[in-house]
DNA sequence: CCTAGAATAT
DNA sequence: AATATTCTAG
């Protein structure tokens, strides 16, 4: 049982992506004028951006010759923009609805695109938690914790919400008679909770939940792991910085450009390859903090990858249980 | 003034 | 249902 958070947090960075894991396609999908306004250069020139990258994998890809009138899953998230029902097409229309906003720098004055919770990224999210322990699980700190680009305050908020709804209903499932949460497969994925859905369950059962989650009566496992790891304030919400977003979300008309031109790769017959982009570039804003958060960028627990005694390997679940 | 958290909206 | 946005409290 204590053994369990005794090594929740030593693989917490096992999933991290590798380089390889890591596909340089970010430009490669992103057309000039976009990769511009995210300032984006390319891998070739600046391949500075090692820093801490999400992936994400995409939804099921179209197929690789996207016919026009075939829209019928574009990206229905804004209401602002009716685009007609097949018709209306992507760049076509150039952006006329957003055009004031877009005169030179659409990338800013931009609406942020729906973030998508990924088994990774929430992965990443409950390992900052966990590490944060609950205490200093705040959205904020998860945030930094997160390090991930285009991650914003907001988001991890309301993410924090509805994961504390899970925790909640785990606890009142638990606290009949397990004491113990076994997050993979075993408490988590045996004790379906009623009123969650498969998606969901799957999505939170992907990362296991550390003990002293559903334990707020006992502040025991804070753990000793005050580590700070890197921390680039953004400025306030409203910031460009939504390149990650941008990649790793479908934005009202950005995203149609990225399933267009992802549209020509076609997945293996066999191997079923995500799409990791995102990276997070450092940010430079510097608010002000009274947090001793140090801007120590890349490599956090580098050396702690290392100390995964684990003979085996971890298979990295590119999806929530990889079962079902 | 800034942040967390809940409530509400899309 | 999943996220975003808004509102309120500390």
Do not use: C
């Not at 509805?162 to 076994?182: D, E, H, I, P």
């Not at 502040?219 to 680039?232: E, I, M, R, Y």
């Amino acid at each position: 049982m204590r053994e369990d958070d005794s090594n929740w947090f030593s693989r917490w960075e096992e999933e991290l992506p590798s380089p390889e894991e890591l596909m340089p396609i970010s430009q490669t999908l992103i057309t000039p004028d976009l990769a511009l306004a995210f300032d984006i250069r390319n891998p070739t020139s600046t391949a500075t951006t090692n820093t801490t990258s999400l992936l994400q994998q995409n939804q099921p890809p179209p197929p690789p010759a996207p016919p026009p009138p075939t829209a019928t899953t574009p990206s229905p998230n804004n209401p602002l923009q009716s685009s007609q029902p097949n018709s209306a097409e992507y760049a076509a229309d150039s952006a006329d609805l957003v055009s004031g906003a877009a005169g030179d720098e659409p990338a800013r004055t931009l609406k942020r695109p729906r973030l998508v919770w990924t088994p990774q990224l929430h992965k990443r999210f409950v390992d900052a938690v966990a590490h944060l322990g609950i205490k200093n699980a705040v959205p904020k700190t998860i945030m930094q914790l997160m390090s991930v680009d285009g991650l914003t305050r907001e988001n991890v908020a309301s993410h924090l919400q509805k994961y504390r709804l899970y925790l909640k209903r785990m606890q009142g499932l638990s606290s009949g008679g397990a004491g113990g949460v076994n997050g993979t497969g075993g408490g988590g994925g045996g004790g379906l909770a009623a009123g969650s859905d498969a998606a969901t369950e799957h999505l939170f059962a992907s990362s296991p939940v550390p003990a002293h989650f559903l334990h707020p009566g006992r502040p025991n496992s804070d753990h000793f792991l005050p580590f700070v790891p890197v921390a680039a304030l953004q400025h306030h919400h409203h910031q460009q910085q939504m390149a990650a977003a941008a990649a790793a979300v479908g934005h009202p008309q950005l995203q149609s450009q990225y399933h267009r031109q992802m549209g020509h790769f076609g997945q293996p017959p066999n191997g079923q390859f995500e799409h990791p982009f995102l990276a997070r570039q450092t940010q430079q804003p510097v608010h002000r903090m009274g947090a001793p958060v140090h801007n120590t960028v890349p490599g956090y627990m580098e050396d702690l990858e290392s100390a995964s005694g684990n003979g085996g390997r971890k298979v990295l679940t590119l999806f929530p249980t990889g079962d079902d």
